[in-house]
Nanobody
Framework: VQFVESGGGLVQPGGSLRLSCVAS????????MSWYRQAPGKEREYVAS????????NYADSVRGRFTISRDNAKSTVYLQMNSLVPEDTAVYYC???????WGQGTQVTVSS
């Protein structure tokens, strides 16, 4: 099992980014997927999750209304569209298959003017 995250970068407050995570090593469409993040000096925290068929999603209170999780099962890829970014969103973002302790390298998101 492997996850490869990408799409991070430096963005000004109020800006947007779209993260991608390509998964391999399992039947992607049969599993829910989640995004987590870890800010400097803080514990890793939950951001969002999506069901295997993409029909349902959940969000942390801190990102609800600003972030949107989606997936393309044909590409074994889960996305995180992040809008109205604030400095508190600065973190390394990871995708994860719930119940499986396998982490990718993450992608750095920095929100700063």
């Amino acid at each position: 099992v492997q996850f490869v995250e990408s799409g991070g970068g430096l963005v000004q407050p109020g800006g947007s980014l779209r993260l991608s995570c390509v998964a391999s090593g399992f039947t992607f469409s049969t599993y829910a997927m989640s995004w987590y993040r870890q800010a400097p000096g803080k514990e890793r925290e939950y951001v969002a999750s999506i069901t295997g068929d993409g029909g349902g999603a959940n969000y942390a209170d801190s990102v609800r209304g600003r972030f949107t999780i989606s997936r393309d099962n044909a590409k074994s890829t889960v996305y995180l569209q992040m809008n109205s970014l604030v400095p508190e969103d600065t973190a390394v973002y990871y995708c994860l298959r719930p119940g499986l302790e396998v982490w990718g390298q993450g992608t750095q998101v920095t929100v700063s003017s």
